[in-house]
């Protein structure tokens, strides 16, 4: 209490004095004077946290999955290292965002963080942060194993945090398999089913495509592909494909097989507006478990997705980082399960459902 008392007495001095020097203050200035007093005698002996600053590159930001990722991303960081986050959007264009890491470099960033527009560019990126010192950490799309096993001989400050789409995919035929019909639907011994992929010639599509059929074949089931197309991850791509699909192959379409829950999601506008009712004579399932997804399960209209879980990810990547700026040695890679969920799954373990 004394030492507050002494302290408003020497910030009355400073004014009066001030008073005398220039005249009397207008109001407005006296005014911000005592507040600015106020706010330092509020803050006096609070040491303020200052931690690194990080440069974040993210492949597009109208990614659905990916908002969730950096959103999640920027506050972990902030709040537990209180990190200064820079955050970009490259935009799909893989120059903009070899300029993006230029810059963050430029700006003497700490570390950064990259979700590649093309995961072939990770061999340049590592090396332009390696040489400059700063470590790095590849998010969502991972380097080539080959390119993994560079950074650990060549002892870089890089690691990359990501899922195995096998699993996803794995994830994905197992939902349908475990459905009463196992997804013959028609009860002819087939299963004739869409595939709707991400992008051509991304990892993840072509894992999650493959993986997801050969889990219903294992289990003892015929397939019969009537269709396959790439929607680029985008729900108006995947309505739009579905839309193709039940033109051309009506009722015999028995399963959607979406490489993630936007398209999904596209793809259950499309069954509706056809007239079929989903969950009942035609099957769709994603990856992702994003919000609306996950309440058409609930809802019975989409049979099932795959948790990617963001949250995991990104707490995992701003770590792996950290540690890496601190000195510690970290793995080249961590790994992170993707989660089944469908209408009987324990929602608890989905951050803001029931």
């Known amino acids: 209490m004394k030492r507050l008392s002494k302290r408003i007495f020497v910030v009355f001095l400073i004014v009066w004095a001030a008073s005398l020097l220039h005249g009397c203050a207008p109001q407005e200035q006296e005014k911000n004077t005592k507040a600015s007093s106020a706010s330092e005698a509020g803050t006096e002996g609070v040491r303020e946290e200052t931690g690194p600053k990080i440069g974040v590159s993210i492949y597009r930001y109208d990614d659905t999955f990916m908002k969730l990722y950096r959103s999640e991303l920027k ?22 965002q070899n300029r993006q890491i230029g810059q963050f470099i430029s700006d003497g960033c700490a570390g950064i963080i990259v979700n590649p527009v093309e995961v072939s560019a990770a061999v340049g990126l590592a090396d332009a942060c390696s040489q400059a010192g700063i470590p790095l950490v590849f998010i969502n799309r991972e380097p080539s194993e080959e390119e993994q096993k560079r950074w650990q001989d060549n002892h870089m400050a890089v690691s990359c945090v990501g899922t195995d789409s096998r699993q996803a995919g794995t994830y994905q035929g197992e939902i349908i398999r475990e459905m009463p019909d196992k997804g013959d639907i028609n009860g002819d011994g087939v299963v004739s089913y869409a595939m709707i992929m991400g992008e051509d010639g991304n990892e993840d599509s072509l894992y999650r495509t493959e993986y997801s059929i050969k889990a219903l074949e294992e289990g003892g089931m015929k397939t019969d592909k009537l269709f396959s197309g790439n929607g680029d991850w985008n729900k108006d791509q995947g309505k739009k494909l579905a839309q193709e699909v039940l033109n051309t192959y009506g009722s015999r379409i028995e399963v959607i097989f979406c490489n993630n829950d ?46 990617n879980d963001h949250e995991g990810q990104s707490q995992t990547a701003a770590d792996t980082l950290i540690k890496m700026i601190d000195g510690e040695d970290v793995d080249t890679r961590y790994q992170v399960d993707y989660i089944k969920v469908t209408a009987i799954s324990t929602f608890h373990t989905l951050k803001g459902e029931d």
């Open 262 to 307: 936007a398209m999904a999601n596209g793809a259950l506008e499309a069954v509706e507006e056809a007239g079929r009712v989903p969950g009942k004579d035609i099957y769709l399932v994603g990856v992702d478990a994003l919000q609306d997804t996950v309440k058409y399960i609930k809802e019975g209209k989409i049979t099932g997705t795959v948790l």
């Open 75 to 96: 506050q972990y960081l902030e709040e537990t290292y209180h990190a200064e986050v820079i955050m970009r959007n490259a935009g799909g264009d893989q120059e903009e």
